[in-house]
C-alpha cells in the first residue's frame, strides 16, 4: 500500500510556474511507473507525464517542451515542474504509481492559471 500526497498547486498568471509534489508513503526506488495526470471541470482526467524506469519519460503534446516531470528516490517524491502555464492548465492534479498489480491516487491538489 503507498499513499500519495499532492502539494504545490495554487493559483497563477499565465506564462507564470508552478512546482507540484508527490510525497508517497514509503520508498519508491522499486517503483517503475509514476504520472501525472489532470482532470479539468467537465473533463475527462488526462495524461500529463510519465516516468517509466528504463523507458523515461512522457509527456502529453499540450505540455511538452513546458512540463518536467522527476523523482527524488531519497525524498520518496516525484515532481510535475510547471512552466509558461496557460488557461488551459487550469485543472486538478493528481499524482499516479503503480507497483505490481496495483495503482495508487492522491487526492490531488489544484492549479488555477488565471490573470
Known amino acids: 500500500q503507498v499513499q500519495l500526497v499532492e502539494s504545490g498547486g495554487g493559483l497563477v498568471q499565465p506564462g507564470g510556474s508552478l512546482t507540484l509534489s508527490c510525497a508517497a508513503s514509503r520508498s519508491i526506488f522499486n517503483i517503475y511507473f509514476m504520472g501525472w495526470y489532470r482532470q479539468a471541470p467537465g473533463k475527462q482526467r488526462e495524461l500529463v507525464a510519465t516516468?517509466?524506469?528504463?523507458?523515461?519519460?512522457y509527456y502529453a503534446d499540450s505540455v511538452k517542451g513546458r512540463f518536467t516531470i522527476s523523482r527524488d528516490n531519497a525524498k520518496n517524491t516525484v515532481y510535475l515542474q510547471m512552466n509558461n502555464l496557460k488557461p488551459e492548465d487550469t485543472a486538478m492534479y493528481y499524482c499516479?504509481?503503480?507497483?505490481?498489480?496495483?495503482?495508487?491516487w492522491g487526492k490531488g491538489t489544484l492549479v488555477t492559471v488565471s490573470s
Open positions: 516516468e517509466t524506469t528504463g523507458s523515461g519519460s
Open positions: 499516479n504509481v503503480v507497483q505490481g498489480s496495483s495503482a495508487y
